[in-house]
């Protein structure tokens, strides 16, 4: 899906590197200033030899850069190698924060891009190819896309560093994207003062060797940062492009997207992982996954206040709610408090169903954690089977369609 058309950066997004790429600069060097003056100066010196070889391509300029480098004592070469690292990660944040400035100038449709959105394609498939806005229902309904995770022992960059980076760059796409009064420019500007002076206080190199449950928890971080977030919205923009031609959404039974690692499991001769420690990895996965569903329905179960609904969610709320109406109150509510609920500790009436639904679905989710932490097994089948968790998800998503004002809801989130 690529036109044959080039893609240039506009002239604002040019600017605004040149500009992010000046301001993160001189942060980082009011830091290393701080910290550090005498390496500051001599990195400022080899930064402005550098710039001129660029410019010149003069022998002489890269013989004067070298002897100037041959000089240092290790000691300030560490640290002169670091500062060049820190600032080499700060403009790939400025040339990402462009990009996506890029990106959304095509989307308005300010300049052509080399890569179309989904929307485009779609249009394209169906008005010059000629191919039938049924096939392409068909067609995304009957493929899966696997992506599976492995370990990267070459990743440069720890944890601590990456969510550091990734605040830097949030803001200075805030700075870009929203209307601002001089003071809040001012408190976003020290925010990402702070963030750049706390990556550079952070020691840049793991200090011990990583397990590989320690790589199964680096990889799932990216479940909780991105995957998480983002395949929801790109689900919602497939479910728009197949409006803009004609076709319903995609089935909600239907996965786009199957994710899977090798993680713990990789047994080609590595010592370090047996059968122990893939049982591990695969019950932090499921943990990791079955927390991110109790946030999901935590935050689901105080936007659903409603109480119409079809008799089929009806019925099963009733079921649920005559079940939790058996327990003592009290002991209800002071065993949801330990478990650190947000809210809803007592039962609730049968005449918001939503929120009893949600609510059964909430502890069955804590169970499951419970189980794995006091046993540490992997779960059954009847822990872990599709109906144990999707049905009541269904029945909710049929009644918001039967609904269709409260269709907008997307339970994916």
């Given at each position: 899906m690529v036109d044959a058309s080039p893609v240039l950066m506009p002239t604002s997004a040019k600017q605004l590197l040149r500009d992010d790429d000046s301001l993160l600069r001189q942060v980082f060097?009011?830091?290393?200033?701080?910290?550090?003056?005498?390496?500051?100066?001599?990195?400022?010196?080899?930064?402005?030899l550098s710039q001129a070889w660029c410019k010149s391509k003069d022998d002489a300029d890269f013989e004067l850069l070298e002897k100037y480098l041959y000089n240092l004592k290790p000691e300030e070469c560490i640290l002169v190698a670091s500062s060049f690292s820190h600032m080499l990660n700060l403009h790939n944040l400025t040339e990402e924060v462009a990009n996506t400035q890029t990106e959304r100038?095509?989307?308005?449709?300010?300049?052509?891009?080399?890569?179309?959105?989904?929307?485009?394609?779609?249009?394209?498939?169906?008005?010059?190819?000629?191919?039938?806005?049924?096939t392409v229902y068909e067609t995304l309904c009957n493929q899966t896309v696997a992506l599976v995770f492995t370990a990267h022992p070459t990743q440069a960059f720890?944890?601590?560093?990456?969510k550091k980076y990734a605040r830097v760059r949030g803001y200075l796409d805030e700075m870009h994207n929203k209307r601002m009064s001089p003071y809040e420019k001012i408190e976003l500007l020290e925010a990402i003062r702070a963030q750049v002076q706390a990556a550079w206080r952070t020691d840049e190199i793991r200090r011990q060797k990583p397990t590989p449950q320690d790589e199964m928890r680096h990889g799932l971080s990216y479940f909780q940062q991105t995957i998480m977030d983002m395949v929801p919205i790109f689900y919602r923009r497939v479910d728009t492009a197949l409006a803009n031609i004609g076709q319903p959404r995609m089935p909600l039974t239907h996965r786009l997207f199957e994710f899977g690692s090798w993680m713990g499991g990789d047994r080609d001769g590595n010592p370090n992982v047996t059968a122990g420690t893939t049982r591990d990895v695969?019950?932090?996965?499921?943990?990791?996954?079955?927390?991110?569903?109790?946030h999901a329905v935590e935050t689901l179960m105080f936007d659903l206040s409603m109480w119409r609904c079809s008799p089929e969610l009806k019925a099963l709320a009733r079921r649920l709610a005559a079940r939790a109406a058996a327990a003592d109150p009290g002991r209800v509510a002071e065993e949801r408090k330990k478990r650190n609920y947000?809210?809803?500790?007592?039962?609730?009436?049968?005449?918001?169903?939503?929120?009893?639904v949600l609510s059964h679905m909430r502890d069955r989710c804590v169970s499951v954690c419970l189980l794995s932490l006091v046993s540490g097994a992997v779960f059954g089948r009847q822990c872990c089977a599709h109906g144990w968790w999707f049905d009541p998800w269904l029945s909710c998503d049929r009644v918001l369609i039967w609904g269709q004002g409260l269709a907008l809801f997307v339970w994916l989130e």
């Open positions: 060097f009011n830091v290393l200033r701080h910290h550090h003056p005498n390496t500051a100066n001599k990195v400022d010196v080899i930064y402005a100038a095509g989307r308005m449709g300010e300049l052509t891009l080399p890569t179309r959105s989904t929307n485009m394609s779609l249009i394209k498939l169906t008005s010059n190819s000629n191919v039938k806005p049924e720890r944890q601590s560093l990456l695969v019950v932090l996965a499921r943990l990791e996954a079955v927390n991110a569903y109790f947000a809210d809803f500790w007592t039962p609730i009436a049968a005449n918001e169903p939503f929120r009893v």
